[in-house]
């Protein structure tokens, strides 16, 4: 075996190593969420599974059932671990997204995802952005809003806001409709990020003065 060789097999090694303990940390933060839900929800049986999107990373999606009746929500690792980390509340985070799903008498298993391009196309056009542009929109009835898509060049396709009376320095916010869209499989609100960087601009612009 040459020293190259050598090299190779220690990269190797040390590549499925990192692998291994990535597999491990993921492993774990899905165990304490899955043991933190069933504290939050003991009546209901908690079921899981770990995904992984090219863009976003690991995510885990948990299944509440009770008497016949699902209902089943998404995360993203990196959106938990950061929760965990900095919100004293993380755990009342984690469940609200199930206090509102749980709320519908029916089941609320995850969507299917769009099958072709032409699927995820009428799902944005005719679904996701008119439900986030009217969301908005309704969240500040006071203010003109302009909701319009654009195209960003590293993120592709995005939907942008903001507030027709703010004309300099910050007075947008922008999301790719890729996460829009993640969210909404996630079970989520594809509006509620929007309207938080939208809460961000109304004050930072002083808009309720």
């Not at 774990?28 to 908690?46: D, M, R, S």
């Not at 938990?80 to 199930?98: E, K, V, Y």
């Not at 929007?194 to 109304?202: E, N, T």
């Amino acid at each position: 075996m040459t020293d190259k060789d050598i090299d190779t097999q220690v990269e190797v090694d040390n590549e499925q190593d990192q692998e291994r303990e990535q597999a491990q940390i993921i492993m774990t933060w899905f165990q304490h969420i899955q043991g933190v839900l069933k504290e939050q929800f003991e009546e209901y049986e908690v079921d899981g599974q770990i995904g992984n999107n090219p863009t976003y990373g690991p995510m885990f999606a948990f299944t509440l059932t009770k008497d016949e009746k699902t209902t089943s929500c998404g995360y993203f690792l990196n959106e938990i671990m950061r929760n965990f980390q900095t919100n004293p509340n993380a755990g009342l985070w984690l469940s609200s997204f199930f206090v509102d799903l749980l709320r519908s008498p029916e089941s609320h298993p995850l969507p299917n995802p769009p099958q072709s391009e032409d699927d995820a196309k009428e799902l944005l056009d005719k679904h996701i952005v008119p439900y986030c542009a009217t969301t908005v929109r309704e969240e500040f009835p006071d203010q003109k809003i302009y909701v319009d898509l654009e195209l960003h060049e590293e993120h592709g396709p995005v939907l942008e806001a903001g507030f027709v009376a703010v004309e300099t320095g910050n007075n947008t916010c922008a999301l790719p409709l890729q996460y829009l869209m993640t969210l909404y499989l996630l079970n989520r609100d594809p509006a509620e990020p929007l309207i938080q960087a939208m809460y961000r601009l109304y004050e930072e612009n002083n808009l309720g003065q």
